[in-house]
């Protein structure tokens, strides 16, 4: 079967319960999902493969969500360069074969597996609508308003939405609170192409912004309404996704063309020294300015890395004034940061001090129960959204 033929986005921005995640589900179905949903087993309901395909690694969380998510498995191995750059697969036939070897080294199911993807050529927005009361006439002035809201063509675009909030008011006018999501269809077909080929069988592709809220993000208290949005950061290899929720659904995300490599070019090109060794000094940077014992390499370190945190700092910045720009946007409480960045001594509070706002590191384990034979060690915070493409909310 052509799995592009399948792809549709009817469950990417279902409204999930209060009592669970402030994130939302997955969107284009695949060949396992378009055979209906009776004929999954109960098994395959209750364990889940979440695949998170890098610039620079390949990661997988094995979750069983029999009763409360248990982390039954996490296994990452490092991405040969240039197959995936910037969240596009540039290299199909090499994409395959990695996994191909990857689920084969660490015995990983090949079915019931969620793929995350991230890029900014998918995008995520929340709107109001008042006085439609046809279900098709919502439909037409959705995808009307999609053209403004989300700047994808039409012809090239796969689009859902969902009702998320329902009023009427004196009058007796119905106001909707409508989430909408959009991708180009080509972002998503590499990914798809190479995980038939390596015989792997997609229960679902989710955007990793809902993952990564479905992991960190603590759940909505039922006593007290949330009074600040839930923001939620992820810095990759090339990439940072940023995910902001009101509690109970994304309302707004934004992948950023930065990562951790960044920092690492930066030291290079400013000590003139290569990959291997500017990854060392990296780790090592602090960002005490009082510290004595520096030397000058260290010195230059520290400096070509402050000014790459400012750039980061900027984006963030930005993202969280358009947000709060929106109408009825919370006011921005702690921004929870994930990815392997967070290891670096005072990378956190450089980037809190830069853009005035709390950070503090995330917690990939925070929704999820840790079997015994799971080791979770220094490089936890990079398996955050592979984590939460294994809940199954």
Known sequence: MDLKKEIKLSDLVRRPARTKAPGTRA??????QSKGKRRRSRKAKQEVIGLKIGASQLAASRISNNGSPTLLQLVREPLEPG?????????????????????TKYSLPRRNVRLGVATNRIGVRAFEMAGVDDDRQLSNAVRFRAQEAVAIPADEAVL??????????????VNRRIV?????RESIDGYIAACKEAHIALVGIDLEAFALLRAVAPPPSEADERRAATIAVTIGHDRTTLAISDGVVCEFTRVVEWGGSALTTAIERSLHVNTEEAEELKLAIT?????TDDDDRTTLSREAVRREVQTLARELVQSLQFYQSQPESLAIGDVLIAGGVTRMPGFLEELARVTRVRVRRADPLARVAVS??????????????AIGLGVDD
């Open 160 to 173: 859902d939405y969902h009702v998320v909030n329902e009023t009427v008011d004196e009058s007796g006018a």
């Open 180 to 184: 909408l999501a959009a991708a180009y």
């Open 27 to 32: 969107f284009p179905q695949t060949e396992t």
């Open 287 to 291: 960002f005490d300015t009082d510290a």
């Open 83 to 103: 197959i995936v750059s910037g969240g596009e697969v540039k290299d199909i036939s090499a994409l395959a074969a990695a996994l191909d070897a990857f689920f």
């Open 372 to 385: 015994d034979d799971v080791e979770a060690g220094e490089d936890l915070p990079s398996f955050a959204v």
